[in-house]
Nanobody, 126 residues
Framework: QVQLLESGGGLVQAGGSLRLSCSAS????????MGWFRQAPGKEREFVAA????????YYADSVKGRFTISRDNAKNTVYLQMNSLKPEDTAVYYC???????????????????WGQGTLVTVSS
C-alpha cells in the first residue's frame, strides 16, 4: 500500500501563497488518483482538490476554485497543491490522499485500498 508524506505547510499572511508537496512511496504512484483534504479546528475534514492518474482530470471544491491548483509529477511520485490568494479561512491541517479508484474525483475520501498522509499545518494570518 502506498505511503504518503506531506511537506510545505507554514504560516503565511492573507493574500499570500504556499505550495504543499506530497511524496508517495511503496506503491505504483501513477495508478492512484491523488487528492488533498483539509481539517480546520473544530470542523470535519473536507475535500479540497483531486487529480486523476494521468493528470488530465481535476476536481476542486468551490471554496478553492480559481485559487488553488493541484498538479502531479508521476516521475517524482509527488503531488502538489499550489495555494494562492490565501484567506484566514484556509487555515487547517492539509492531508494528502491516494485512492486507486475515482472516488477522490467525486470529492469522497479514499477507500480502504487508499491512504492518508499525516498532515501538514497551514496557518493564514489576517
Amino acid at each position: 500500500q502506498v505511503q504518503l508524506l506531506e511537506s510545505g505547510g507554514g504560516l503565511v499572511q492573507a493574500g499570500g501563497s504556499l505550495r504543499l508537496s506530497c511524496s508517495a512511496s511503496g506503491g505504483t504512484f501513477s495508478r492512484y488518483t491523488m487528492g488533498w483534504f483539509r481539517q480546520a479546528p473544530g470542523k470535519e475534514r473536507e475535500f479540497v482538490a483531486a487529480r486523476g492518474w494521468s493528470g488530465g482530470i481535476t476536481y476542486y471544491a468551490d471554496s478553492v476554485k480559481g485559487r488553488f491548483t493541484i498538479s502531479r509529477d508521476n516521475a517524482k511520485n509527488t503531488v502538489y497543491l499550489q495555494m494562492n490568494s490565501l484567506k484566514p479561512e484556509d487555515t487547517a491541517v492539509y492531508y494528502c490522499a491516494a485512492d486507486p479508484t475515482f472516488e477522490l474525483l467525486r470529492g469522497h475520501p479514499p477507500n480502504r485500498y487508499g491512504a492518508w498522509g499525516q498532515g501538514t499545518l497551514v496557518t493564514v494570518s489576517s
